[in-house]
């Protein structure tokens, strides 16, 4: 288990609202009616970070689909530093105007619009608890989990979390009540991390060796105790959007590997939607810059249907 001060970000959740609905969503998406962080919630967030000498990441879902997008990006703006702002999107049809604001407000943007047949989700809500042979096997894939180790700790409307899935998992759960978003909240160590890891380590599966479902098959898998917890509450479950997970582990070699994460001319592509382009930097991140005098029109009469149109019809009945 790592510190929050060893990650390399903080995410600060401002909706799991999302135009996908992908396999194995780390935000649950589909699951329930999504959350829009208030401006209120917003600022105490954001103030709690003042200080903080790594990234402050914005993600979702999709953050551009937040309707105060807009006014969150000047709040922060006035607080931290562009250097240390992120943004995490898939830079969704229809939101083209916030091109120039999210130029304008962050330095690092991980863009991945989930659509490739290559990228992986881990099933997160197959349980540890019901994988492992016993406790002593559950709390050593736990502590050894790679998503705490390379991820990142999170806000989100019920508190500060330290990790982004038990967040996530809060939220779907509806239970559970994460720190004080305060200033400092962001040295606890794992020594503090007792409460929240035995709340909900225990119905996660990012620990466990598992396959991967691709992204684009838009179906869960679930273990049979986390399907008894959802089966009345979950809209993915009521479409038939699920598989009961059969709760056998592989070798780590066995597993798939997660996405392209590194590919730039497939972010180019992404970036090119909103008239970007994008120019690796020092963290290993994307600086968005705009191309000039580009306009959607222009795009649209430029581009084929590989580029856009696919993306277009592929969304257009979601």
């Known amino acids: 288990m790592r510190s929050i001060m060893d990650m390399d970000t903080v995410q600060v959740e401002i909706t799991n609202a999302c135009h996908s609905i992908c396999?194995?969503?780390t935000r649950f998406c589909g699951h329930k009616k999504p959350f829009f962080m208030s401006f209120e919630e917003f600022t105490v967030a954001v103030d709690s970070m003042v200080g903080y000498p790594k990234m402050v990441g914005i993600m979702g879902g999709e953050p551009l689909l937040h309707p105060d997008f807009e006014r969150f990006c000047w709040y922060l703006s006035t607080k931290i530093p562009k250097q240390q702002l992120g943004l995490w999107t898939s830079f969704p049809k229809g939101y083209e105007k916030y091109r120039e604001i999210i130029v304008n407000?962050?330095?690092?943007?991980?863009?991945?619009?989930?659509t490739r047949e290559d990228i992986f989700h881990h099933p997160g809500l197959v349980a540890s608890e019901e994988v492992a042979q016993d406790d002593h096997e559950m709390w050593q894939w736990i502590d050894h989990c790679w998503a705490q180790e390379s991820w990142s700790a999170s806000i989100n409307p019920r508190?500060?979390?330290f990790c982004e899935i038990a967040a996530s998992m809060?939220?779907?759960?509806?239970?559970?009540k994460g720190w004080?978003?305060?200033?400092g909240w962001w040295w606890r160590i794992p020594a503090d991390f007792k409460s929240q890891m035995e709340q909900f380590c225990p119905r996660c599966g990012f620990c466990v060796p598992l396959h991967r479902r691709k992204s684009t098959e838009n179906i869960d898998d679930i273990s049979p105790?986390?399907?008894?917890?959802?089966?009345d509450?979950?809209?993915?479950?009521k479409r038939g959007l699920y598989k009961i997970h059969d709760l056998k582990t592989i070798s780590n070699s066995e597993q798939e590997q997660m996405a392209m994460y590194k590919e730039l001319s497939y972010r180019d592509k992404i970036a090119a939607r909103y008239g970007m382009?994008?120019?690796i930097n020092e963290q290993n991140f994307w600086t968005p810059f705009l191309i000039e005098n580009w306009s959607l029109e222009k795009y649209k009469e430029q581009h084929n249907k590989s580029i856009l149109q696919e993306y277009q019809e592929k969304w257009k009945n979601t």
């Open 23 to 25: 396999s194995n969503c």
């Open 105 to 114: 407000t962050f330095h690092h943007i991980f863009l991945n619009d989930h």
């Open 159 to 161: 508190g500060a979390w």
């Open 170 to 176: 809060s939220m779907l759960f509806e239970e559970g």
């Open 180 to 183: 004080d978003v305060d200033n």
């Open 225 to 231: 105790k986390n399907f008894e917890r959802l089966k």
């Open 233 to 237: 509450s979950s809209l993915k479950i």
């Open 277 to 279: 382009f994008l120019i």
